[in-house]
């Protein structure tokens, strides 16, 4: 089945600077790609998501990008500020009849003033 | 206005008790799903459902069961708990159909002594 990595698990960085978290996947077929965030005590919220023919999506300082190549895909927070600080998972899906996301285990990225 | 509502928040359990974990959810979806989080694992599906009275094996059902008896509750069950399901777990909806996104409800923590 659907393997996936991500990395890094800690990420700390300076506000105005970037951030990015990379993950790969196992299954060609993949069709779905997702990023959420986590907050402190909260669950999960959607930032972003992408189907397999985009390779590059931008919204509000976030970019996430797709090479199917390799099977990687990456989210890039430029301009971090404290308020990004969170964990943040990638999630993919090959959607057979209702399975739900396969997610990563997670970044854990803090940004300082 | 929380779309997705989990109860207990916290619940601590004694080994070989039954433990009923609640979920309901307001936005009319039909997939519900349960996951347990857990350090260096990230996500995990445990069940899924697709609607009223359907209840599927996630990836590790293992002493878990799931019940969805209306399309607004989704419960999971641990007839036998054991410390080893110590955990956070997160129920989350999600539309027939749209494999990437999820929307997730606020988590409940469990300790199992």
């Known amino acids: 089945g659907e393997q996936v990595e991500q990395r890094p698990p800690h990420l700390s960085v300076r506000e105005g600077d970037s951030a990015i978290i990379i993950c790969t996947y196992t299954?060609?077929?993949?069709?779905?790609f997702s990023w959420y965030k986590q907050e402190a005590g909260a669950g999960l919220q959607l930032l972003m998501s992408?189907?397999?023919?985009?390779d590059r999506k931008e919204e509000q300082g976030l970019t996430v990008l797709l090479n199917k190549k390799d099977k990687r895909l990456s989210l890039n927070l430029t301009a971090a500020h404290p308020g990004d600080s969170a964990v943040y998972f990638c999630?993919?899906?090959?959607?057979?009849?209702?399975?739900?996301?396969?997610f990563g285990t997670g970044t854990t990225v803090s940004v300082s003033p | 206005e929380a779309a997705v509502t989990q109860s207990p928040r916290n619940k601590v359990a004694v080994t070989g008790g039954k433990v009923t974990l609640s979920c309901n959810q307001t936005?009319?979806?039909?997939?519900m799903y349960w996951y347990r989080q857990d350090t260096g694992h990230g996500l995990r599906l445990i069940h899924y459902?697709?609607?009223?009275?359907?209840?599927e094996k996630g990836d590790i059902p293992d002493g878990y069961k799931a019940s969805r008896p209306s399309q607004e509750n989704f419960s999971l069950i641990l007839e036998l708990a054991t410390p080893s399901q110590t955990s956070v777990y997160f129920c989350?909806?999600?539309?027939?159909?749209?494999?990437?996104?999820?929307?997730f409800g606020s988590g409940t923590r469990l300790t199992v002594l």
């Open positions: 989350a909806s999600g539309r027939q159909g749209d494999a990437e996104t999820l929307y």
């Open positions: 299954d060609s077929a993949t069709a779905y």
């Open positions: 992408v189907l397999s023919n985009v």
């Open positions: 999630a993919v899906s090959v959607w057979e009849g209702g399975r739900a996301l396969i």
């Open positions: 936005n009319n979806h039909n997939n």
């Open positions: 459902s697709y609607g009223a009275g359907s209840t």
